[in-house]
């Protein structure tokens, strides 16, 4: 994994690429090609809601009737909703809470919740314990809960027929198919020191985006071993095909440290970049970069 260019405090604010963790609707004004211009750049729909505390944002861009872009746009957005209701950690009537005082057998939770949590395990036994919905002591799967809620959506949107389209919930995007201007998606990886930049920027028509780090709400990721905020990794982007699997790698491995570095070089299927502490940027040499 070969060090890019440095990542650490840019002196002014130069803006690298689109706003951190978006995906670009097309390529730049004026290069869409000609085959693709007038009426061959499909309309589609964009929609934003705050949902799980984050923006989440939906853009369609199949050419479909404009009722049955908003029907499942209306489909996703239910869903992220119900989702939330279910495992906010924030709300006491939460499924999630309610297990969490013993209120609530998990025998006689809901389906979704059993399958969440047994994937949890599954997850904290692949990463050697460093993902652990019980890190903080209370449960909390929201580490792998949004990802898998946003591929859960992705994977419905593809099965309904809309196989084109970009699913971003707060930074962590399932894009598949083309833009609306005929293009791949291009995400931008935040800069973790200027807001209005990025570090990277990927490229891709059927790529799930993860990121994990402390820019924006400080050390919250904790070394479950010695319960003090993990240190050495300030930003980690996991990409691969189940955005859910993803998130919770992304999380791991800022969980690690800097020892988090050669254990997502050994990850199979899966491809990172990681901003360390130091500034140092480091990524796969396959990571699907834009030209």
């Not at 993990?230 to 690690?256: E, F, H, I, N």
Request: hydrophobic share 40%; glycine share 12%.
């Amino acid at each position: 994994m070969p060090a890019g260019a440095p990542a650490g405090p840019p002196a002014g604010s130069a803006s690298a690429g689109p706003p951190a963790g978006s995906a670009s609707a097309g390529p730049p004004a004026g290069s869409v090609p000609a085959g693709l211009r007038g009426s061959a750049v499909r309309p589609g729909l964009r929609r934003v809601e705050q949902i799980m505390g984050t923006a989440i944002s939906l853009d369609l861009a199949d050419d479909l009737p404009p009722t049955e872009l908003h029907t499942l746009a209306e489909e996703v957005f239910d869903w992220l909703r119900a989702v939330d209701a279910r495992f906010s950690t924030y709300r006491p009537d939460s499924e999630v809470c309610r297990v969490d005082r013993g209120e609530l057998p998990l025998p006689e939770a809901s389906p979704q919740l059993r399958e969440v949590l047994a994937c949890c395990a599954d997850l904290w036994r692949d990463t050697d314990g460093f993902f652990d919905a019980y890190a903080i002591g209370g449960l909390d799967p929201s580490g792998y809960v949004k990802g898998w809620a946003v591929q859960v959506a992705s994977d419905r949107l593809l099965a309904a027929g809309a196989s084109n389209h970009c699913l971003n919930a707060g930074g962590d995007l399932r894009v598949r198919g083309h833009s609306s201007a005929g293009r791949p998606w291009r995400i931008g990886i935040r800069h973790p020191w200027d807001a209005t930049a990025t570090c990277l920027v990927l490229t891709g028509t059927d790529l799930a985006v993860a990121t994990s780090g402390c820019y924006e709400r400080g050390p919250h990721v904790r070394d479950p071993r010695t319960g003090r905020p993990a240190r050495g990794l300030r930003s980690v982007t996991v990409v691969g095909a189940d955005l859910g699997p993803a998130d919770a790698y992304a999380t791991a491995a800022v969980a690690m440290g800097p020892a988090g570095i050669g254990w997502l070089d050994r990850l199979a299927g899966y491809r990172h970049a990681v901003v360390t502490d130091d500034g140092r940027c480091l990524h796969s040499t396959d990571l699907p970069l834009a030209g």
